[in-house]
């Protein structure tokens, strides 16, 4: 799924934070997704979903979530979109720096 960004909000109910993360370098983020098309008794429905993952520390996304969704640079994207492939190498974070936020800080909860 091609986006230019991604939305985190931190900090407590009321007073949250909009965090825009994207990528370090300007380009498009591209999102691992699943898509599906479905048609039951004549209604007809498209839905999707980003893949997520765990983040961990030192990831770029750990300081606003427990997840991300899988960035995926051009080889990762291949391999994504290849039904032959094995993708479960693609399922990771993105080297450290690879995305920024605006603003960059986590605000904490609480």
């Known amino acids: 799924m091609p986006a230019s960004a991604i939305c985190e909000w931190t900090g407590p109910t009321g007073k949250k934070t909009r965090h825009t993360i994207a990528r370090a370098d300007g380009a498009p983020l591209f999102i691992a997704g699943l898509w599906a098309d479905h048609a039951h008794e004549g209604e007809h429905t498209q839905s999707y979903t980003m893949v997520m993952i765990d983040t961990a ?5 750990h300081p606003f979530h427990n997840r991300q969704p899988v960035i995926l ?3 990762a994207a291949h391999t994504w979109l290849d039904p ?4 479960r190498e693609v399922l990771k974070a993105p080297p450290a720096g690879t995305l920024v936020a605006d603003p960059p800080e986590a605000v904490a909860v609480g």
Do not use: Q, V
């Open 73 to 75: 640079d051009r080889p």
């Open 57 to 61: 520390p030192g990831d770029d996304l």
């Open 84 to 87: 032959r492939a094995d993708y």
